[in-house]
């Protein structure tokens, strides 16, 4: 009997998961199976446990811990996960030590549909075994309290992170801290329901592809009491902006336009948005070249309306910063995004654009103090807010509440 067809023969005492793992999952030829992976597939039968996994139940955007126990060793990877029902983007699932034992981070992305699905780990132990596991998924629809007072929540929105693989993933209030500081906790303040779309969730795929995650995440928003979310205001920083600007526009990933008939969102704040580019991006990877002076996504992201954005209606404004140093000493970006790219004066009056004294980011570790991957420091982010007194703190909150102190605060493009 030749070597395919005794693995045939194997594989097919094999129980499904096991040949779903090798031979679905990977994509791998029967001829690359026979050839290299006939010795593990053999020896898996007798040795292949599959563990059962505590059940999870969570909200899309939520992350949750399990514990996976292994016989007579201990976790050392995970090589894969499936889903059943398959989802297009995946909970991601990394190894994490609790209390010195391996354990499983199951991280949801924000617009996973709510549901019951089946989810099937393989990993391998220390000693290089095989190993497998299961567990039930329960997924929940994001809900937030209703306001007494009416207002719109409103939709946190992050942009391009550089550590996006390690970064935090979940779509929590507490991860929003990591872009917006104390944003989250004024606006609650305010009398406000916010809530978090962390965009690193999805991994680096392109602005149209988080642009339509952001549709089903707003689209499956509810209240406590059930009732339907019908329209939010977006807080959006950097590529945020540029993900909820191709959501008003319904811009695909082919260049083709379905706009929202309703886009449900009432006001708009853009901070340090690159609506032109940005002369930091670069050509590595799928989302910075999106983002450089020029690109196929930018000229049609402009002239989708007949080269007149009117940004669907929707009540906007800009907020953008200069305090970077990258043409020359005169204020006039923010180490990563200039004042002409960052102002909204393409679609809106004058004093629709807020200039004020800051960064793009906080200079940090991330930006060797503001050195690398922007050409910025001695000041603070712009949306990275440390107290009620930072200026973007206070445009966007009065912008939201509906008073003019806005109006007063920072310069407008006309005045730089």
């Known amino acids: ?25 990977n994509s791998i030829s029967v ?37 996976w126990p292994v016989p007579s060793g201990r976790l050392a990877s995970i090589i894969s996960m499936t889903t059943s029902p398959p989802m297009t983007f995946p909970p991601r699932a990394v190894l994490v030590d609790v209390d010195g034992d391996p354990s499983v981070r199951l991280s949801l992305p924000p617009a996973t549909p709510p549901g019951e699905y089946r ?17 039930s998924l329960t997924v929940n629809p994001i809900t937030l309290p209703k306001p007494a007072n009416g207002r719109n929540p409103v939709v946190l929105l992050n942009g391009f992170q550089v550590l996006c693989p390690i970064w935090n993933s979940d779509s929590t209030l507490a991860a929003s801290v990591d872009t917006f500081g104390q944003m989250a906790s004024l606006l609650q303040a305010d009398g406000a329901a916010v809530a978090f779309f962390n965009n690193c969730s999805y991994g680096d795929i392109r602005i149209e592809e988080l642009a339509g995650q952001l549709s089903r995440y707003i689209a499956g928003l509810t209240y406590t009491d059930g009732s339907a979310v019908t329209q939010v205001d977006i807080v959006a920083h950097s590529m945020g902006g540029l993900i909820a600007r191709a ?25 340090g948005t690159p ?7 670069t050509r590595l990877g799928v989302q910075a070249p999106e983002m450089v002076p020029g690109s196929n996504f ?6 989708w309306n007949q080269g007149q954005d009117d940004l669907r209606g929707v009540d906007a404004l800009a907020v953008i910063g200069a ?35 800051y960064c793009h980011v906080t200079p940090g570790l991330a930006t060797l103090g503001g050195t690398v991957f922007m050409s910025c420091s001695g000041a603070h982010g712009i949306a990275d807010i440390d107290s009620p007194s930072h200026f973007t703190a206070q445009i966007v909150r009065s912008f939201l509440t509906g008073t003019s102190a806005w109006t007063t605060l920072g310069l407008t493009p006309s005045q730089e």
Not at 1 to 25: D, E, H, K, Q
Not at 39 to 49: E, G, I, M, N, Y
Not at 329 to 349: H, Y
Request: glycine fraction near 8%.
């Open 1 to 25: 009997m030749s070597i395919c067809a005794s693995l045939w023969t194997i594989t097919g005492s094999l129980n499904p998961f096991l040949r779903r793992y090798w031979f679905v999952r």
């Open 31 to 67: 001829v690359t199976v026979c050839m290299v992976l006939l010795p593990v597939v053999s020896t898996s039968q007798t040795q292949l446990d599959v563990a059962s996994l505590s059940p999870v139940v969570a909200e899309a955007g939520q992350s949750s811990v399990v514990a």
């Open 119 to 135: 989810i099937e780990l393989a990993g391998r132990s220390q000693d290089g075994r095989l190993i497998a596991a299961t567990m």
């Open 247 to 271: 959501y008003l526009a319904g811009l695909q990933s082919d260049g083709s336009l379905l706009p929202p008939p309703d886009p449900k969102v009432g006001r708009l704040v853009l901070i």
């Open 275 to 281: 609506n032109f580019g940005s002369f930091q991006a």
């Open 298 to 303: 930018l000229w049609n992201l402009a002239r």
């Open 323 to 357: 305090s970077g140093y990258y043409y020359a000493a005169g204020n006039i970006d923010d180490g990563v995004v200039s004042l002409t790219s960052g102002s909204l004066s393409f679609s809106r009056p004058d004093q629709r654009t807020r200039v004020v004294p």
